[in-house]
């Protein structure tokens, strides 16, 4: 038997009786949801009305779910890339197409993530250069006194 969702377009909230079964289904696939957003704004691509459901996992993979009309999934978008499903049917076994996926990009993902680049707003300003002149000031008071040590102790050594 076929395990199909449908939601309620028009009702569509995070509260759906639907959404709560994606998430679960989620987790028994393996993969933890830690947000679960539902946009209240309907869109159209070619021709398609349809809302989103974004689900962000622990790992930060992003999963939206675009419902149409009917209350059916007719696009998943894995990390803002279209997902195709050979069980469109089923949206357990899809479900777990998707967590599928996930795994097997997870290395790209994260590679993606480390190169990219964050901007610090231009009113924060960061520590890094007074600490590094403290620093510098600390390195120099040491290196004064292992010099003053080391006069004390030739000073002190006896002479053969």
Do not use: C, W
């Not at 993902?109 to 990219?116: D, G, H, I, Y």
């Not at 102790?153 to 053969?160: C, K, M, T």
């Amino acid at each position: 038997m076929a395990a199909n969702l449908l939601f309620s377009f028009d009702d569509l909230s995070r509260k759906d009786k639907a959404v709560r079964d994606v998430e679960k289904y989620f987790r028994r696939a393996g993969a933890n949801p830690v947000s679960v957003d539902v946009d209240s704004r309907v869109k159209r691509t070619s021709g398609v009305s349809y809302r989103e459901i974004g689900l962000t996992f622990s790992d930060s993979q992003v999963v939206k779910l675009r419902v149409k009309r009917p209350g059916d999934i007719f696009q998943v978008l894995l990390n803002r890339k279209v997902v195709p499903m050979a069980n469109q049917d089923d949206h357990v076994k899809a479900i777990g197409e998707i967590v599928q996926a996930m795994d097997r990009g997870r290395t790209a993902f994260q590679k993606r993530l480390s190169r990219a680049r964050v901007e610090l707003p231009k009113r924060m300003k960061t520590a890094a250069p007074r600490m590094e002149k403290r620093l510098e000031a600390k390195r120099d008071a040491l290196r004064e006194a292992v010099d003053d040590a080391r006069q004390q102790l030739a000073e002190l050594r006896p002479v053969s």
